[in-house]
């Protein structure tokens, strides 16, 4: 099947999707998220396909969101604020309590974590490039991650007066620890390849000309394999991991939607479409 915003090949039982919208270096929209979980979901339907390889047309791995479209869905929404006096957390709990938009927020873009997340099949990274925000949450929520030492990951959310919602909040900390995480959701501060390693996220680095021979190497073997008891050992995996990631991404919702009607966050957009620096006043 043909698609506009990715790129689908099989081969020896591993499916190949490259995230393929080079003018946006990869930006996740609603139109590639649906192509994506499309993709997904036949995977999970296909016996014969084993195993994923997800990566990026060069020479990014994937941007995060797309900002521009997320700057004119902002100004259609018109101005809003966060009522004076309230502490962000105390705003959290009225969210949670409603559930404000909660479930639906798992729909669309933010569904491809958790669907990656959840995959009865191994998957990879290939992150041959930048992988920022969102595009970080996917790499994440990929069993495995082999990067380029081209590769660079950073958590850009906070320079949209963002959150995390992607999931990472979740993955993030249980592969790197707290004191990491902080620095990296806090800052946005990008993390090269072999640093990316050394702190656990990557399970290998390899030169750019390496990435997808090394890649594929692997997701043949493990196609090759019991991938049905990989299955199981992802899930009691992850059901030793605390909380579940469904219940983050719950989470998420309402602090997302808290967070877009921060000033903070439609400056640091505005300032990125402008192409100059944002000037936050912290509400």
Not at 19 to 44: F, K, S, V, Y
Not at 232 to 249: A, G, M, P, Y
Request: hydrophobic share 40%; with cysteine.
């Amino acid at each position: 099947m043909a698609y506009q915003f990715i790129d689908v090949a099989e081969e020896d039982g591993v499916l190949i999707v490259t995230l393929d919208d080079p003018p946006t270096r990869n930006a996740i929209g609603d139109e590639m998220a649906g192509e994506l979980n499309q993709e997904l979901e036949r995977l999970e339907a296909d016996a014969d396909l084993r195993a994923l390889v997800l990566t990026g047309r060069d020479p990014s791995f994937c941007s995060g969101a797309n900002v521009k479209r997320m700057n004119e869905a902002n100004e259609e929404r018109g101005e809003t604020s966060v009522p004076d006096g309230v502490k962000p957390w105390d705003h959290l709990q009225q969210q949670w309590d409603t559930m404000a938009s909660g479930e639906s927020y798992m729909d669309g873009v933010r569904f491809v974590p958790l669907k990656l997340h959840n995959l009865q099949k191994p998957s990879i990274a290939a992150v041959n490039g930048y992988a920022m925000g969102l595009g970080m949450g996917i790499a994440l929520s990929c069993d495995i991650r082999i990067a380029s030492e081209s590769a660079r990951f950073s958590e850009t959310f906070i320079r949209r007066g963002l959150i995390p919602a992607d999931g990472s909040c979740w993955q993030l900390p249980r592969m790197i620890g707290l004191s990491h995480t902080f620095m990296l959701q806090y800052t946005g501060d990008a993390v090269e390849a072999q640093e990316a390693y050394r702190l656990g996220m990557v399970s290998k680095v390899v030169s750019p000309s390496e990435l997808m021979d090394t890649t594929m190497e692997l997701a043949k073997r493990l196609a090759s394999g019991p991938t049905y008891s990989m299955a199981l050992i992802k899930k009691l995996i992850q059901d030793s991991l605390f909380k579940n990631l469904e219940e983050s991404l719950l989470l998420a919702g309402p602090a997302q939607n808290i967070a877009r009607s921060t000033s903070d966050h439609k400056e640091g957009v505005r300032a990125f479409v402008e192409k100059r620096q944002p000037v936050y006043k912290g509400r």
